[in-house]
């Protein structure tokens, strides 16, 4: 099957940086890619819908300011948190569709887990 | 609005019994994906499979097994045999022609020896 690579797997930060996730699909192109968040003992919820050259759509209540999403080419997906604080500790997921008009097939990146201290 | 449900929070099974996990689902679209993904502590999501909305047939893999019935909008996961290995936390997910995945709120499974 088509591999999405996310990268770090884990990180720890200190309150007030910022972190940027890489999520690349490497052997299919990809428009649109999702990001999702999950809490501890929850679901995962999409925050934002980043497509190929365009501005990414965020879900209710996600910041945009603060979760920002660039999605410059049709491989890679960033998703900076900036000042970071305790309370963004989670587990982001991300999930690259294929651009292909027929196989709209989605795939997950193995997940970014992130620990603000 | 897409939701999906899945009534059980927590399951403990002891070794070797039958385990069904419930999922049921509400979209309005008539084209969708059905999905059960499997993330062990380590977190990452392990696919076990997709289903379309015209395909009912249900599916055995293995120790795995898949009820699709779409008159009661309803998406069940049965392991056969269950082991400590399938010890995680289930999801059930939903997803529309080209959009993103609504999941269900997941269901942790304990498989005790």
């Known amino acids: 099957g088509a591999v999405v690579s996310q990268h770090p797997s884990r990180v720890i930060c200190k309150s007030g940086t910022s972190v940027k996730i890489e999520c690349r699909s490497l052997?299919?192109?990809?428009?649109?890619m999702f990001w999702y968040r999950q809490f501890p003992k929850q679901s995962l919820m999409l925050m934002a819908t980043?497509?190929?050259?365009?501005?990414?759509?965020?879900e209710q209540g996600v910041e945009k300011d603060k979760f920002l999403i660039n999605h410059a080419s049709l491989t890679l997906s960033t998703l900076t948190v900036t000042s970071a604080h305790p309370e963004d500790s989670s587990f982001y997921i991300c999930?690259?569709?294929?651009?292909?008009?027929?196989?709209?097939?989605?795939?997950f990146g193995q997940g970014t887990r992130l620990t603000v201290v | 609005a897409q939701k999906v449900t899945q009534a059980q929070t927590e399951i403990s099974v002891v070794e070797k019994e039958d385990v069904t996990l419930d999922c049921v689902y509400e979209?309005?679209?008539?084209?969708?994906?059905l999905f059960w993904y499997k993330q062990p502590p380590s977190g990452e999501l392990v696919f076990l499979i997709r289903?379309?909305?015209?395909?009912?047939q249900n599916e055995i893999s293995g120790r795995y097994s898949w009820n699709f019935q779409k008159s009661t909008s309803s998406f069940n996961f049965t392991i056969t045999a269950s082991q400590v290995v399938d010890s995680a936390v289930y999801f059930c997910?939903?997803?529309?022609?080209?959009?993103?995945?609504?999941f269900g709120p997941g269901t942790r499974l304990s498989v005790l020896p």
């Open positions: 997910a939903l997803r529309n022609y080209g959009q993103n995945f609504v």
């Open positions: 052997d299919f192109q990809a428009t649109t």
């Open positions: 980043s497509n190929e050259g365009s501005k990414a759509t965020y």
């Open positions: 289903r379309n909305s015209f395909d009912e």
């Open positions: 999930s690259a569709k294929n651009r292909d008009p027929v196989n709209t097939e989605a795939f």
């Open positions: 979209t309005r679209d008539t084209t969708y994906y």
